[in-house]
């Protein structure tokens, strides 16, 4: 199972990658649109500059076409490979029917691909099945409409285990810690986590309580 951090906001990715629990990016036009105004292609940049000081040489990287006109999918995503040259660096593309051809020509050009917005079953399946490195569940999107996210995630994992698929599953949309622990005991290959969550994740009263009650006992002890 994988942690990836939702987000392009450098200060977060940096907090992130220093603690080593970080093994790729997601990014999305709305993600972006988060942080200051800037060069889109220098912010991308400065994040594969950030993954490069820790080493991690070629993380998942996730940039997403911002056109939903096939052609245009397929330059922007070819410029970005060649403006980027970063080895990680996946393609996110929306899952529909046109885009399937977008995914299946970026991947005869050998561009690692992440379709993205799935909702469903059958939308992640095909996306599986057209060639996609990453298929993306939004977990809290299904929810919103009243869809049970955890049992599509588990059949997606179950018939991409069955076709022997090696797509794979990211859940992102996250709105909660139950979204994340639902989601990996569910199957997800990575979940792709908001940084607001890493602290809670690594955080409960009771270990608050009992790391201060050995410190203070074993102060007492010393005196
Ligand atoms: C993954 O990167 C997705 O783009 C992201 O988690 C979507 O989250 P949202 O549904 O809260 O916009």
């Given at each position: 199972?994988?942690?990836?951090?939702?987000?392009?906001?450098?200060?977060?990715?940096?907090?992130?990658l220093?603690?080593?629990?970080?093994?790729?990016?997601?990014?999305?036009?709305?993600i972006?649109?988060?942080?200051?105004?800037?060069?889109?292609?220098?912010?991308?940049?400065?994040?594969?500059?950030?993954?490069?000081?820790?080493?991690?040489?070629?993380?998942?990287?996730?940039?997403?076409?911002?056109?939903?006109?096939?052609?245009?999918?397929?330059?922007?995503?070819?410029?970005?490979?060649?403006e980027f040259?970063?080895?990680?660096?996946?393609?996110?593309?929306?899952?529909?029917?046109?885009?399937?051809?977008?995914?299946?020509?970026?991947?005869?050009?050998?561009?690692?691909?992440?379709?993205?917005?799935?909702?469903?079953?059958?939308?992640?399946?095909?996306?599986?099945?057209a060639?996609?490195?990453?298929?993306?569940?939004?977990?809290?999107?299904?929810?919103?409409?009243?869809?049970?996210?955890?049992?599509?995630?588990?059949?997606?994992?179950?018939?991409?285990?069955?076709?022997?698929?090696?797509?794979?599953?990211?859940?992102?949309?996250?709105?909660?810690?139950?979204?994340?622990?639902e989601?990996?005991?569910?199957?997800?290959?990575?979940?792709?986590?908001?940084p607001?969550?890493?602290?809670?994740?690594?955080?409960?009263p009771k270990?608050?309580?009992?790391?201060?009650?050995?410190?203070?006992?074993?102060?007492?002890?010393?005196?």
């Open positions: 199972m994988k942690i990836f951090i939702d987000s392009a906001n450098l200060k977060d990715i940096e907090e992130a220093k603690r080593g629990f970080a093994s790729g990016i997601t990014t999305n036009p709305s972006l649109a988060k942080e200051k105004k800037c060069d889109f292609k220098e912010h991308i940049h400065k994040i594969i500059s950030l993954v490069r000081e820790f080493g991690l040489r070629d993380i998942p990287l996730s940039v997403e076409v911002f056109s939903t006109e096939p052609d245009e999918m397929v330059r922007q995503a070819e410029q970005f490979v060649k040259r970063y080895e990680g660096l996946n393609i996110k593309i929306p899952i529909g029917w046109d885009e399937l051809s977008v995914i299946k020509r970026l991947k005869d050009k050998g561009i690692k691909v992440n379709c993205t917005c799935c909702m469903s079953y059958n939308q992640a399946i095909m996306a599986a099945d060639g996609s490195d990453f298929v993306s569940l939004f977990s809290g999107r299904i929810r919103d409409i009243g869809y049970n996210s955890t049992a599509v995630i588990s059949a997606v994992k179950r018939t991409l285990a069955d076709w022997e698929c090696p797509s794979k599953i990211i859940v992102g949309s996250i709105r909660h810690i139950a979204d994340i622990n989601a990996l005991q569910a199957g997800a290959d990575i979940v792709t986590v908001p607001k969550f890493f602290t809670q994740m690594c955080s409960h270990t608050t309580e009992v790391v201060n009650q050995f410190i203070t006992d074993f102060r007492e002890w010393l005196e």
